[in-house]
C-alpha cells in the first residue's frame, strides 16, 4: 500500500502505472489501519484480499521492473545490471545486491562518459569569428585561410575514458594549422593522471607542428584546475574564448601578411629635421605631420572606396590627437572617433565591453546622425569610454560641428560627403535605429 502511494508521486518522472486501483486500495488500506476496522477485514472475502494483493505486485513490477526494462531498451547494459540486481536479491541476499548494483552502476556511468566525446564542436576560424571590428581584406584573409584556427569545444568529463578524442581530433587537424583555441566553459574541473597526460601530449604535437595553444576562458572552474596542475607549459590562459579568437586571428594575419605596422609610426626625430625650428613651432608640426600619418593609417585600413587621394589632409586638418596614454577616456557625445592605429575597447555605464575596436572603427555615428532628427528615437544616455587595448592605440577625433561646418561650406561640401561615406561604412556593425537614420538623412543629401 505504501508503495502504492509512493509511485503516484513518481508516476510522471518514472511513467508509472496509471491505474486508480491502487490509490483506491491503498486508501481503504490506510481507512482500515487508522479507523480500527480491522475487525471487519475478516469479513472480507479472501479472493478480494488477493486481488489486491495481486493489483499491488503487477504495481510494483510495472514500476521498477517492466518499466526500466522497456526504458532501457535501446542499451542492453542498463536491463542486464536490473537482471543481475534482481537475480543477486533473489539468490543471494539483499545487501549483496545492493553492492552489485553500486558497482555495475559505476562501471556503466564510466562505459556511457567513455562513449559520449568530450570533444562538442570543431570549428574552424572561418565558421566561428572573434568580435573584433576587422576590415574587409582582413575578413576575406580568414575567409579563404580560416582553417589555420581551429576552435575545440570541450563538455563532460575529461577522464582516461575520452582522453583520447582530444588528441586525435588535435592530430586531425590540417599541416597549415596556425592557433588551437581550446574552449573549456563547459568542461567539469576535475581531471584524472590520463587527461593530463593528453593535454601534455596536444603540447608536443604543438611544438612539433609549430602552432601555439590557447585555452579560454582563464577564469573558468577548468582553467584554473589546468594552470595549476600543469604548471608553466606552452599554454596560454586567455580571459575568454572570444579574446582568444581575436589572437588566433592576429596570428593567423600576421602570417598571411607579414606586415608590421609598427614600421608605420612616425618617429619625428628621424622623419623631421626640425633643429632651427622654435620649439612652438617644431611641437606644432611634428603634431600635423603625425595627424596626416595616421589619417593615412584610418583611410588605408577603413577601405573606403571613392576617397579621392588628398582627403587624407582633409581629415587631418578637421581632426584632432585624442591622448591616451593607456587611461580609459569617456566619449564627450558631439566628436566622431576614428581608430587610426592599435587596439580599443569601448565600454559602458558597467565598464562592460560593448565593441572590440581596431584600426578602421568608428565610434560616435549614431550620436552624429540621431540629432539631426528629432523624430527618431535615440538610446538610452550612457557615458560609454575608451580603453586602450594595445600601446600604440591612436585616435583622431573630428567634431560633428567641424562636419556641419563643411557641409554649409560651399567650396568644401564634398568633403563633407567623404565623411557621411565613412561613417555609413561604420553603420554597418550598428543597429537598426541608426541604420535607419542613415536612410533617412544622409542618402538624400545633396550638396
Known sequence: ??????????????????????????????????????????????????????????????????????????????????????????????????????????????????????????????????????????????????????????????????????????????????????????????????????????????????????????????????????GDRDLSFVDSVDDALEGAEDLLLAAATNDDDDDLLLDPDQDLVLDDVPTFFKSSIENAVRKRHLAADFLEAADVPGLPPDFDHALADASHLLTLDGNTRPLSGADLYLVARGRLRLLGNDDRCLRKLTAGSAVGVSDFYLRLDPGLTPPPQTTNKLRPASDDAAVLVVPHAAIDALAADPVNYHIAFHFHTIMGRSLAQKNATPKKAFRAIAHPVSF
Open 1 to 230: 500500500q505504501t508503495h502504492s502511494i509512493a509511485g503516484l508521486k513518481i508516476q510522471r518522472q518514472l511513467g508509472a502505472s496509471q491505474r486508480w486501483a491502487s490509490m483506491l486500495v491503498a486508501v481503504c488500506a490506510l481507512g482500515v489501519w487508522f479507523g480500527g476496522l480491522s475487525r471487519y477485514a475478516s469479513r472480507l472475502p479472501a479472493t478480494a484480499l488477493a486481488a489486491a494483493l495481486v493489483d499491488l505486485g503487477l504495481d510494483y513490477c510495472d514500476t521498477f521492473v517492466a518499466y526500466p526494462l522497456l526504458a532501457s531498451r535501446r542499451d542492453p547494459w542498463d536491463a542486464a545490471v536490473l537482471v543481475s540486481i534482481v537475480a543477486a536479491g533473489v539468490f543471494a541476499s539483499t545487501v549483496e545486491a545492493v553492492g552489485l548494483g553500486l558497482g555495475l552502476a559505476l562501471v556503466g556511468a564510466c562505459r556511457r562518459l567513455a562513449t559520449r566525446s568530450v570533444v562538442a564542436r570543431v570549428l574552424t576560424g572561418a565558421e566561428a569569428r572573434s568580435t573584433l571590428y576587422r576590415t574587409a581584406a582582413a575578413l576575406r584573409t580568414l575567409d579563404e585561410r580560416g582553417q589555420a584556427v581551429v576552435l575545440l569545444e570541450l563538455a563532460g568529463y575529461l577522464f582516461f575514458g575520452s582522453a583520447k578524442d582530444v588528441v586525435d581530433a588535435v592530430d586531425a587537424q590540417g599541416p597549415d594549422l596556425v592557433c588551437l583555441v581550446i574552449d573549456v566553459s563547459r568542461l567539469f574541473p576535475t581531471f584524472d593522471a590520463s587527461a593530463l597526460a593528453a593535454l601534455d601530449a596536444v603540447v608536443d604535437i604543438a611544438r612539433r607542428r609549430d602552432f601555439a595553444v590557447s585555452l579560454a576562458p582563464a577564469d573558468a572552474d577548468a582553467a584554473r584546475e589546468l594552470r595549476d596542475a600543469l
